[in-house]
């Protein structure tokens, strides 16, 4: 059975980290980010540099506050990962992947967005999951 659940970044707080903490409290394998609504700080949005494969990306910094207009991705066990982006995103200790798109507005309108590799919320970010059905759960 899907579910659906809330996780609230608080101010301050590291977004990747807390959303890893909260599934991995859970033991959840398999998770769609429907979207998240609030205020964001200091992103590190990356984009492909290149229009041909293997992945190459570069990273931008996404400066003081924001709002989040579009919040949406995959979190998953590492095993379920695709091969190809195993070389892009970096090593982490996790034992999941977490692979959000994210898009801001920043002041005077200017809108920014790429993949989610580090932020905070600024005053507060709720972020909305879809639990997917699976057997197993992440080992505790």
Not at 19 to 48: M, Y
Not at 90 to 103: M, N, T
Request: hydrophobic share 45%.
């Amino acid at each position: 059975m899907i579910s659906f659940a809330e996780v609230t970044v608080k101010t301050g707080e590291d977004i990747l980290q807390t959303i890893e903490a909260f599934i991995v409290a859970k033991r959840w394998k398999s998770v769609v980010v429907t979207n998240a609504i609030g205020s964001v700080k200091d992103l590190l949005l990356a984009t492909p540099v290149r229009n041909e494969l293997p992945l190459k990306i570069m990273t931008t910094p996404c400066y003081g506050a924001a709002e989040i207009l579009t919040f949406t991705g995959e979190i998953m066990s590492k095993e379920r990962m695709d091969p190809q982006l195993r070389d892009v995103y970096p090593d982490r200790e996790s034992p999941l992947f977490i692979h959000i798109h994210v898009a801001c507005a920043r002041p005077g309108g200017q809108v920014m967005g790429g993949g989610l590799w580090g932020g905070k919320a600024f005053r507060e970010l709720r972020v909305f999951l879809l639990v997917l059905p699976d057997e197993e759960m992440l080992p505790e």
